[in-house]
Structure formats: structure tokens, C-alpha cells
């Protein structure tokens, strides 16, 4: 009899415990957390209130240290004005050109701003606002010079390039003589004294050059129709951060701002 009772005690005793293992403790899927939706560049930018932004900061005048060191320049004027335009703080890290696309990659910066020409091989990889600045090709000679009238005219010339460039390309296949320059302002140097001809340069090098030496006798003869374009340089699939920096950038073009901003650094409209 005692052992009948002993085994009716032990069975109810087993079934206890078995019965609170299954039931109070909680399983593995009522204790998982949902895991959260991915949150795109647009609404990290929005929620941190900042907009991180990959410069070199020593490419005058698009990003530079005035004499103040205070990081200023037209592309910092142009994103800055975006940043706020977004509602964010515009927060800029400084690196090396060479190094820019790398700092992209690594989530290092959200944008870069540092006139990124496009072109097919980065569109495949990055991904690219509307521009905000077209570059072209100009012919630029002695202000005494009244025969030129086209890129045609310099056959037989003397156009003093960078051997390598694409600049140099052009006078030659316009039938220029090249003589080697170790830059720009070189070839203009000789252009004022006459040793050369011409020169080939993209245009706002020379317009920042004339607004700091508005005195040096050179013209711009033309401008090659072809431009460009730049834009601002984003990681690929940051689809909804590009949408919105897109519609900054045309608010910016109607109400005449990103006009102004442009004529502040090289009286002109370099915006289309």
C-alpha cells in the first residue's frame, strides 16, 4: 500500500515539474525580438541631424582654409546651404583626394562634395545628385589677340599644355604645337609674354584666375560647347538621401540661389 502511495506521489511530482518547464519558461520564438527595419540614409541623416560630408578642404576655391583656417570655398557654400535647406548640420571630414572614394565606402562620410566629375565608370559604383556645376573646355589668349575665333583657328599655333592631359589632346587635334607647361599658371605666364600662343583649360580655373589677377592681359576666345558635369557623390542604393538632395538642388536653381552662389565665386554661372 505505502508503495502504491509512493508511486502515485512521484508521478504527480513529475508531471509538477514537467508541467512548469513547458509552460513558464518561454520559448525561444516568444522571447525573440522582431529585428528592426533597415534604416535608410535618408532617415539617419534626418534622425542624427547631421549631414556627414567627405571634402579635401585644399582645392581652391571649391573647399579650402581661408586665411582665418575657416573651411569655406564654393562646393562648401553649395552643400552647406543643402544641409540646411534638409533641416541638418553640415559636418564636414577632411581627406585626400585619393582617399575620398575609400572614406565613401567605409560609411566614413554620407556625401562627398568635391566637384566628382561623372562618368561611366563611377556611375556603375556610385550613385550621383543632378549637377550643380558644368566645367568646360575654354581657349585662352594674349587680350591683343583679335584673329582667333575658334578652337580651328589655333592650327600652327604654339598652345602651352601639360603633355599628358586632356587639354593637350585637344590642341593637338586642332593642329596646335605643343610646348610642355608644368601647370596652368605657367602657361598663362607665357601667354603674357607672348612665348605662346594659347593654352587649353578647363574654365573655372580660369575665371578663379582672373578674379584673383583681374589685370593679367588674357581673354577667353571660346568655350567648348561640350561640358562636365559634377555632382555630388553618394555610396549605391542611397536612393531616398539622392531623391531629397535632388529637389534641395532645384529649389536652389528657381528661387536663383545656387545662381548666386556661383557668381560670388567666379562671376559667372558655372551652373549650366
Known sequence: MKKVVFSTLLSCLLVGIVGCSSSGAPSQTDSATPPAASQSLLEKVKAEKKLVIGTEGTYSPFTYHDQSGKLTGYDVEVVSEVAKRLGVEPVFQETQWDAMFAGLDS??????????????????????????????????????????????????LKAGQSMTSNYADLARSNGAEIVAVDNFNQAIDLIAQKRVDVAINDNLSVLDFLKQKPDTPIQIVTKNDKGQPTAFLF??????????????????????????????????????
Do not use: C
Open 107 to 156: 560609411k566614413r562620410f554620407d556625401v562627398v562634395a568635391n566637384q566628382v566629375g561623372i562618368r561611366p565608370d563611377r556611375q556603375e559604383k556610385y550613385d550621383f545628385s543632378q549637377p550643380y556645376t558644368i566645367s568646360r573646355a575654354v581657349l585662352v589668349a594674349h587680350k591683343d589677340n583679335t584673329t582667333l575665333k575658334s578652337f580651328a583657328d589655333i592650327k600652327g
Open 235 to 272: 555610396r549605391k542604393g542611397s536612393t531616398e538621401l539622392v531623391a531629397e538632395i535632388d529637389k534641395v538642388l532645384d529649389e536652389m536653381k528657381k528661387d536663383g540661389t545656387l545662381k548666386a552662389i556661383s557668381e560670388k565665386w567666379f562671376s559667372e554661372d558655372i551652373t549650366k
